[in-house]
């Protein structure tokens, strides 16, 4: 279903010129509001009159993660602090929190949002929806929360944790929506079998997940054992959160909400925009948010963008599911490696367990890649000999998809550490050592 009817399916030529009187206002309210940027612009020998039309963002100032953390706590923010009404906030792996503060205005536009975003999966008022992103800093709790109010859904603010009380009330209160991180989509139905319940038999039928990378095959591991139909949704704290962009019906690539959000897409080495179809980073500049409106923000992500009309009927453009971040991808030995490539190879390999963590190191001075993968129960009690086989067809596997070697450590069931929101992937012992 199109939530928004006139914004979602507007001719691009429409689109264009809304977004281009937004940008020109959104840059005028940071010249005058917000000091980083009244020098970031003036760097640039930029005035508030240097953007005419949309082509011109392309030599606006970059915002980055850093920036925001230079910055912390609010040094971004456009409105002072009594016309804000609430403060959410994301940690990252590492340096200060980036604090993100919200107006009425801008609660109401992630609702709105989120409406759609809901409504793009199906979700309707007749839904009851699960929320098992977790409640509190994080945006995914609050936003879906807001969201499934508006559409007048049912919702069952869970949070994450208490996995056992999630799948009997799963089961009890006749949820037909679940929205999560797809790891722990895949921990709930670990759970659940163990508890001998299955889920496939519960109401549920749309899954919504998102927060971390997760691949294709991932997304039929998750379909077959939990019984619905699984979608992809994006966001950022630094944005909004979860609301930037989701899959329709047709889940080729995520529409992004592109009357709110511009999105581009650049190389990441030199900052250069690429054309629709290349793939780069993706960057956004806010068009209507008050707090703390961002121009042009590296979001560290890594897709491209389709700007055909999808057979939905939405006319905003679509991003690829993303492959990873930037600052994910591991380069081991002068390769780019992502844990996504990683992920696709043991969905497809029999014996083992969609659950493995990367472990990068360096021996002298050479990168080693471990990768350590769950076997899965009937395997691991079997015969030494199978093991061997299947911890050779993994390598093989991986040196085909990602053409440099990498060393296979089979581990018990259930001995890697799950997640309650966003998975740990990646361990790199190297930085330790500089
Ligand atoms: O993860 C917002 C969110 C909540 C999105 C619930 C979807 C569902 P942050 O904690 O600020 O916000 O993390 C944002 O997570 O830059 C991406 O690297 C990653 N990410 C988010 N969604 C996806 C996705 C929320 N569908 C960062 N696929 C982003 C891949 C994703 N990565």
């Not at 953007?51 to 923010?77: C, M, W």
């Not at 799963?170 to 508890?195: F, I, K, N, W």
Request: glycine content about 8%; hydrophobic content about 35%; some cysteine.
């Amino acid at each position: 279903m199109i939530w928004d009817i006139e914004h979602e399916t507007m001719p691009r030529a429409d689109l264009q010129r809304l977004q281009q009187q937004r940008l020109q206002a959104q840059v005028a309210t940071v010249l005058e509001k917000v000091p980083f940027y009244r020098q970031a612009f003036q760097e640039k020998g930029l005035t508030p009159a240097a953007v005419h039309s949309l082509s011109d963002l392309a030599q606006l100032p970059f915002t980055t993660k850093e920036d925001i953390r230079d910055n912390y706590p609010l040094g971004l923010a456009a409105v002072p602090p009594r016309q804000t009404v609430r403060l959410h906030a994301s940690s990252g792996t590492t340096g200060k929190a980036k604090v993100v503060p919200y107006t009425v205005g801008d609660i109401d536009l992630w609702s709105e949002v989120m409406a759609r975003t809901l409504a793009a999966t199906g979700v309707t008022e007749d839904d009851v929806v699960h929320n098992a992103y977790g409640y509190g800093l994080f945006t995914g709790g609050l936003g879906f929360h807001q969201g499934a109010e508006r559409i007048g859904a049912t919702v069952i603010p869970m949070s994450g944790g208490q996995t056992k009380r999630q799948i009997i009330f799963l089961q009890d209160l006749g949820s037909t929506v679940l929205c999560c991180t797809p790891s722990y989509a895949l921990y709930l139905a670990e759970v659940a079998e163990e508890m001998g319940i299955d889920l496939r038999a519960t109401q549920l039928k749309i899954g919504i997940f998102g927060a971390e990378p997760w691949s294709h095959r991932m997304r039929e591991e998750i379909q077959s054992k939990i019984g619905l139909k699984a979608y992809d949704i994006y966001g950022l704290s630094e944005i909004i959160g979860p609301g930037v962009s989701v899959e329709c019906e047709h889940q080729d690539g995520l529409h992004i909400f592109e009357d709110h959000f511009l999105p581009e897409v650049v190389e990441p080495e030199t900052g250069e925009s690429l054309p629709y179809g290349e793939r780069g980073e993706l960057v956004l500049t806010t068009l209507t948010k008050e707090a703390m409106p961002v121009i042009r923000y590296r979001t560290g992500d890594v897709t491209s963008l389709n700007p055909e009309t999808c057979a939905c009927g939405r006319t905003l453009v679509r991003m690829e599911k993303t492959s990873g971040r930037t600052d994910d991808m591991l380069i081991v030995r002068g390769i780019n490696v992502f844990p996504s490539q990683i992920e696709s190879v043991l969905l497809q390999v029999k014996g083992v367990e969609p659950h493995y963590q990367i472990v990068v190191d360096r021996q002298h001075t050479l990168d080693d890649l471990e990768v350590w993968i769950e076997v899965s129960e009937e395997i691991f009690t079997d015969e030494i000999g199978r093991l061997e086989a299947l911890q050779q067809e993994l390598r093989t596997e991986l040196h085909n998809v990602l053409g440099i070697s990498a060393r296979v450590k089979l581990v018990e069931p259930r001995s890697i550490q799950r997640s309650e929101g966003k998975a740990k992937r990646v361990i790199d012992r190297r930085e330790v050592y500089g």
